[in-house]
């Protein structure tokens, strides 16, 4: 007999059809839209409680779950399809990458529910069995994919409406987004308290829905956070019309007329309804301070030195006196003067960098940095990427790139940090910082014995297809990696007092994967060399 009733509009199997006046039974289908059905309670062929309807409705049930089934399979096997023409490119853009760990999370666990529900644990059970190795995403990963396609859609501008369509930045790369799937990035903001992109995406996917025929998800639930959202971001005028809206659909909506009425209260206390309009800023709504304002725009590439400084910036071959350099000088080009930050093209080989990666890779962790106060290692989410570090006595070619970073800078070895290998995937970042040990840092490099880090070697070992760029906030540049090139420079002047002005960033990428691998050099040795590797001695600065 029918016992369990239909607790929400995703609840398949329960008596929803023969409870509610022409309701509709609805369940999220991801990369299609919804699918429905819907049954009339008092068909005329039918009284409510014959044996005749119950078996109609439970074979109905049976009917619609294998459609549901057949729907996922189809959706699953589509993005599969596309997904196995090139793994790499699929998953090297954001919208897909969010996708893939949507279809894998939230979507996954209707699939895991419609098959349980009554026949499927067994089926489940064997599944799960057999899955070996593999991993699903976490509800924290789905977090973390949302976080970096907001982050993006912030650094890099990007319009919410054409993100949805699969576009960035003119160019489509990827599946459209549902509105379920918007409301999903809504509802990841909101549980980050992010308002603001809580408030984008449930706009996006109101505005979805109501171009969706088979709508993937209840109109009520996207106006309850949006109308929150506006709430938080302090347009109480808004809220209220949306908490009425959100009345008309379902007007015992207990939360809703509870928020109603605060809503009026607070209308009526400052007397006016407070609409925050066109000139209140995206800024002001984000609280963006004026740095992080001009680190996104020169991650975007839209800001460079004056030219009075790009006019002194050379091109040249190093010759230091190496006699090696004189068969093979470097090729450097000057980013920047004082402090002298130099890009050294072509010093790193394409098997030199296959090695690296190949033996970096199955090391990769998260990676750390150093907490302010405690002196622990920790992740961050102002660092996001995967690292490993790799000794000389590893590979010919780890010891032979370390050896040239000796030729290229003049300084010793003896006392650098093994070569750290990095690997950014989408939204992957580490916001600006500096690379040397301040002075109220407990313990930083301590242990190491080597002093501080004196000068960073940066080699780019890929491409990246939009975005990652390193920059440096107080100079205005913004180096762009380019396979096989390195950055460097000194962070600490000669005094040994850190420079400043050598604040840098690595930048989200936007689309494709970034790798590098840095080489810190450390104080202690360098005595007689710096800046032997370099004409001009490092500048002072005292800012
Ligand atoms: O990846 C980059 O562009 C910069 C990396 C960086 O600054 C660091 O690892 O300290
Ligand atoms: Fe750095």
Known sequence: ????????????????????????????????????????????????????????????????????LRKYAEVYMEQYEKASQDVQAYVENPINAYLLVKRLTTDWKEVRNLITTNTGEEFMADFDEHKGDLKFPSEEDLNGAAVALTRLQDTYELDTAALAKGEINGVKYATELTAADCFELGRQSYSNADHYHTQLWMMEADERLKREVNQSVERSEILEYLAFSTFKLGDVGLALDLTNKLLELIPTHERAIGNKVYYEDEIAKSNSVQRKGEDETVAILQNKTEARLAYEALCRGETTPSDKILAKLKCRYLDNGNPFLKIAPFKVEEAYAKPDILIFHDVMADDEIATIKALAQPR?????????????????????????????????HVADVVQRVEDMTGLTMETAEELQVVNYGIGGHYEPHYDF???????????????????????????????????????????????GAAAFWYNLHSSGEGDKMTRHAACPVLAGSKWVSNKWIHEAGQQFRRPCGLKRPPAEHTA
């Open 1 to 68: 007999m029918f016992a369990k009733q239909c607790t929400s509009n995703k609840d398949v199997d329960c008596d929803a059809l023969i409870l509610g006046d022409d309701k509709l039974n609805r369940v999220n289908i991801p990369g299609s839209n919804l699918y429905t059905i819907n049954i009339r309670k008092h068909d005329q062929k039918y009284s409510n409680n014959s044996p005749l309807i119950i078996m109609h409705q439970k074979q109905l049930f049976r009917e619609h779950k294998i459609l549901l």
């Open 364 to 396: 990769f962790q998260r990676a750390t940095v150093q907490n302010f106060l405690t002196g622990a290692l920790e992740t961050a989410q102002y660092r996001i990427s995967k690292s490993a570090w790799l000794k000389e006595i590893e590979h010919k």
């Open 437 to 483: 040990a301040r002075r109220e840092e407990p313990n930083a490099f301590h242990s190491l014995g080597t002093g501080n880090r004196i000068a960073t070697v940066l080699f780019y070992m890929s491409d990246v297809a939009q975005g990652g760029a390193t920059v440096f906030p107080y100079l205005d540049i913004a180096l762009w990696p380019k396979k």
